[in-house]
């Protein structure tokens, strides 16, 4: 599936980590749109850091600042 830059304004905060890195790596194989791969990154890399730092702190029974 081929995103435009509408649609992924649209969808963006809606999608899981997985969708978004998935929309990553087919971009990556097929249209290699520099702006669509930076700002899916950046997404992506949001997510990933929200997901770790709740796990950090479920480790010291603290509960994370951020929502995931």
């Known amino acids: 599936m081929t995103v435009t830059w509408k ?3 649209d969808r963006l905060a809606d999608l899981t ?3 978004v890195l ?3 790596e087919e971009e990556q194989r097929h249209a290699r749109r520099s702006t669509i791969l ?3 990154h950046q997404r ?3 997510l990933r850091m929200l997901r770790e730092r709740a796990a950090i ?3 010291i029974n603290e509960p994370s600042r951020t929502a995931v």
């Open 17 to 19: 980590e997985q969708e």
């Open 22 to 24: 998935d929309l990553l």
């Open 44 to 46: 992506y890399t949001v």
């Open 38 to 40: 930076v700002r899916l």
């Open 7 to 9: 649609t992924l304004n």
């Open 57 to 59: 702190m479920e480790m």
